[in-house]
Nanobody, 124 residues
Framework: VQLQASGGGLVQAGGSLRLSCAAS????????IGWFRQAPGKEREFVST????????YYADSVKGRSTISRDNAKDTVYLQMNSLKPEDTAVYYC??????????????????WGQGTLVTVSS
């Protein structure tokens, strides 16, 4: 399955964005989906993840309370709603698929398929 993240852009601090993750060549509905991000000069880090059913979610402390991950399996899309954005949220955001559908994991090695990423820039 190929993943494509979209929805990034330039936003002022305090603003909101909704990122989307869609699939081609397969379906997302049988995968747990994670969001990760990589800021300039930094290693990629975990942001959030959701189980295939949508019943389990997990967030990094850095975004907890400001972000909501959800999925619409009828539309085969996973969303990451980010609010109260901060300049430190600036990064390329990637979505990734974990074939263990029930596992909400923050570890990259659990994720088999990765998308190209979408750039989020938060200005101060």
């Amino acid at each position: 399955v190929q993943l494509q993240a979209s929805g990034g852009g330039l936003v002022q601090a305090g603003g909101s964005l909704r990122l989307s993750c869609a699939a081609s060549g397969g379906t997302l509905s049988s995968y747990a989906i994670g969001w990760f991000r990589q800021a300039p000069g930094k290693e990629r880090e975990f942001v959030s993840t959701i189980s295939a059913s949508g019943g389990s979610t997990y967030y990094a402390d850095s975004v907890k309370g400001r972000s909501t991950i959800s999925r619409d399996n009828a539309k085969d899309t996973v969303y990451l709603q980010m609010n109260s954005l901060k300049p430190e949220d600036t990064a390329v955001y990637y979505c990734a698929a974990n074939p263990v559908s029930t596992l909400v994991s923050p570890y990259e090695e659990r994720y088999t398929y990765w998308g190209q990423g979408t750039l989020v820039t938060v200005s101060s």
